[in-house]
Nanobody, 123 residues
């Protein structure tokens, strides 16, 4: 049974930083591309960042603009999202996602989802 468990969310002031973590189990982690998506109230789930199975290639949504960094540790089955210079519009539930093989920005292509974690940025 595949499980993805997010942690590290919470409330932060605008301009602050948060580091999200995702612990994966039940899958051959090193063969999966990993990604982060987010969903704000009343909006569709959107792509934030993704990293290839090796960690060698990373892609980001345009709105990240160098403020977020995705990384992974295959030895620990962990993926991270370091977020800095946070803005109130970043308030959303953030989801960890796993995709067998190649990277994808599209939620429909995700194989497994975490349960999500709330990030709230106050102004």
């Amino acid at each position: 049974q595949v499980q993805l468990g997010e942690s590290g969310g919470g409330l932060v002031q605008a301009g602050g930083s948060l580091r999200l973590s995702c612990a994966a189990s039940g899958l051959t982690f090193s063969t999966y591309a990993m990604a982060w998506f987010r969903q704000a109230p009343g909006k569709e789930r959107e792509f934030v960042a993704a990293v290839t199975w090796s960690g060698g290639n990373k892609v980001y949504a345009d709105f990240v603009k160098g403020r977020f960094t995705i990384s992974r540790d295959n030895a620990k089955n962990m993926v991270y999202l370091q977020m800095s210079s946070l803005k109130p519009e970043a308030t959303a539930v953030y989801y960890c996602a796993a995709k067998d093989g190649y990277l994808s920005r599209y939620p429909d292509n995700v194989d497994y989802w975490g349960q999500g974690i709330q990030v709230t940025v106050s102004s």
